[in-house]
């Protein structure tokens, strides 16, 4: 028996074949029809042209012409057995510090058999909105030694285009091909008639396949990704999302065409005597992707936007397991009922769909108006609003689809990066604020800090923050992190001598995420993050700083503070840097932090932040307090009265102001894109300023345990 069949009656058996059996000529022929109609619909070829493709004009990359031999090896079978651990080869996966998998595209290449004719229909504009999508991403290498995933210039999306000897024969020709080890293919409608398997019928071998209506036979788990089948429909469609709180004109809503006959029967007993239950179908005469009737009349209702009058939509198995209508339901803010045994939901290993979905068996279709009745108004509306999270973040369109299939491979490759359960299911402002340090209430002074200062080519000023840190009680070691790639650091003679272990590391490339890295000289919970250039600091202030750490070891703490505010002309967030009763940042160029922040900083952070940073070679200070503040909740510390931390008698006025607001203008819009990426703003502003005890008061300097503080 197989699992994937397109009918009803290979999981039903005998009772469907002794009731319906009369109904089988009609129903192949509906089926026919609808496939006909889908395939012209959806994934629709299109020629190549070379110009659509940023990615192979950055890698110079022309078009090129394979022949294939009809006589060219076939691929091996799909290995049914492969898990992660078995048939992945993650040794080719440490090109991207660690914590990112890197995926080459091959050529983009037309296939032709011995007499000239191609053997593909050409790419459909998914497959190239696919293409580029990877092509944009941050796991994009042009160089395939450096390749942990190989990605094949073959469109597999809709098995209907496909040539299946002839599509194993290209997939054999690739050069780095090794049974299909570390290949990634993608598949969205599988099968073909009568069968209508689950799984692309394609022989691939070993390579991972991201498919669209997984069965629980066809899928491998840990191996491959299971993901939905794009609605191109819905996608296109404007539907506003309306009162979240409203209550809809329907309960519940059938509005699939092409259902089998027992399903249509089923349905008619659960409406029975349930006026909020409506079914919708194929208008007389007229096949119409956007247009749906009532059963007692044939007034035409637009499609998808009639989804939004329902709670609940049901998702019915037809000819395959994968359906459009569960993104149009999606879209429309309707919690899918998902009746098709044994489907494998898209992305189930990290969505949970128990928060968004209700799973109906087949056979207890017919109740299935009892089974919705009975969810609560606010379980209802919970489950819409989860609706409305995973359609926008992972269904929308196929860059989110790609993006969140090579996230999902990326968190096998890499598990301790991995996205945690909260950030898969929650939208960014429902992640609940925990303290993410599981930590004494105060940290032991006896360990002191380790100062890690960023430098590039400012010897003289180095040098002498080197001495003026060496001061400082409770320094425990300074690590200099020398990010010039084009100068060796000095010889150890010409160094600073100070009675605390200096260690310098010499970076691979020069970014200011560096000062971020967890290097393992760093051997003590507290970090002190310093400029090169911060030599107004005394030895008192930094001290005082530390023991301010040590009472909030979950802060950032520390001296030159900012402040976002609203703009309400530009209906932004700006990025200030006058002094201001409130602070809502804290510069990283003197601040402490735990260094639990600097793991989590390069292997966690949200989006391609990271990368931006490292790209405007600006910004990885406000990325670390957006970081903090959207774990912990909290606001960051200021600590001592200083409140400038450059020289205002510099010269060149005019040319510092102009390079000061094109600055401020940059940063701006790094708090912008931040606030885009994490869903919401994290930083929370505070009047508030930590000074020590008698600090202002007129007593005998003797008294006073930080005395050397000062205000500019």
Known sequence: MRSSGGSKSRLRGPRMVNRYQHYYVLLFSIILLGILVTGALQFWPHHIDEEEYDFMLRSNIPVREVVIPTDAPVAEKSDQSCTFHSCFDVYHCGYNDDSRISIYIYPVTKYLDESGVPLTLGFSQEFSELLQTVADSVYYTSEPDRACLFLPPLDLLNQNNLRLKESAQILTSLQSWNHGTNHLLFNMLPGNMPDFNTALDVHRGKAVLAGGGFSTWSYRRTYDVAIPVFSPLAAATDLPEGDSQEERTWLLMSAQVGLHVEYIEDLMKARQNQPRFIILQQCAGIYNMTDRCTQEGNTALEYPQVLQESEFCLVIRTSRLGQLTLSDAMKAGCVPVIVADSFILPFSEVIDWKRAAIVVAEDNLSTVNEVVRAISRDSLLQMRRQVRHLYASYFSSIRAITLTALQIINDRVFPYTARKYEEWNEPPSMIPVQNPLFLPIKPPQSTGFTAVILTYDRLESLFLIIQRVAQVPSLAKVLVVWNNQQKTPPPAAEWPKINKPLKVVQTRHNKLSNRFYPYDEIETEAILALDDDILMLTSDEVEFGYEV?????????????????????????????????????????????????????????????????????????????????????????????????????????????ADQKAHMVERSECVNRFVEIYGTMPLQSVEFRADPVLYKTEVAQEIKLFKDLGAL
């Open 549 to 657: 750490w040590r009472e909030f070891p979950d802060r950032l703490v520390g001296f030159p503070s900012r402040v976002h505010l609203w703009d309400n002309s530009t209906h932004k967030w700006r990025y200030e840097s006058e002094w201001t009763s409130a602070i809502s940042m804290v510069l990283t160029g003197a601040a402490f932090h735990h260094k639990y922040y600097s793991y989590v900083y390069t292997n966690s952070l949200p989006g391609n932040i990271k990368t931006w940073v490292d790209d405007m070679i600006n910004c990885e200070d406000i990325a670390m307090n957006f970081l903090i503040a959207n774990l912990t909740g909290k606001a960051s510390i200021k600590v001592a009265p200083r409140q400038k931390f450059k020289c205002p008698e510099c010269p060149n006025l005019a040319m510092i102001s």
